[in-house]
């Protein structure tokens, strides 16, 4: 069976950091990229950042480059998000999730994952 545990979230003061962790079980982790989304109140939910399989090439979206760092530990089935200086406005629930096709470079669209986390709360205080 798929799964995909996030945690590390918390509350912290804007201008904080806080380093979200997604561990995976149940299938050839190394193989799949795996994106970081997240869903704020009353909105629908947006790409974060994504982590290809092989050569870990990495994207980010605009709203979080260069305040945000994505890696993973393929020893540890782990994916990392690292957030740095967040807002107000990072606030949200946020999600890994698994690639369904393997070894490609990872998009941004949550149409491109089949598998998902149950998420973990981030709020920014300002």
């Known amino acids: 069976e798929v799964q995909l545990v996030e945690s590390g979230g918390g509350l912290v003061q804007a201008g904080g950091s806080l380093r979200l962790s997604c561990a995976a079980s149940?299938?050839?982790?190394?193989?799949?990229?795996i994106g970081w989304f997240r869903q704020a109140p009353g909105k629908e939910r947006e790409g974060v950042s994504c982590i290809s399989s092989s050569n870990g090439r990495t994207y980010y979206a605009d709203s979080v480059k260069g305040r945000f760092t994505i890696s993973r530990d393929n020893a540890k089935n782990t994916v990392y998000l690292q957030m740095n200086s967040l807002k107000p406005e990072d606030t949200a629930v946020y999600y890994c999730?698994?690639?369904?096709?393997?070894?490609?470079?990872?998009?941004?669209?949550?149409?491109?994952?089949?598998?998902w986390g149950q998420g973990t709360q981030v709020t920014v205080s300002s």
């Open positions: 149940g299938f050839t982790f190394d193989g799949y990229a």
């Open positions: 999730a698994a690639d369904h096709i393997e070894f490609r470079l990872c998009v941004l669209s949550e149409y491109e994952y089949d598998y």
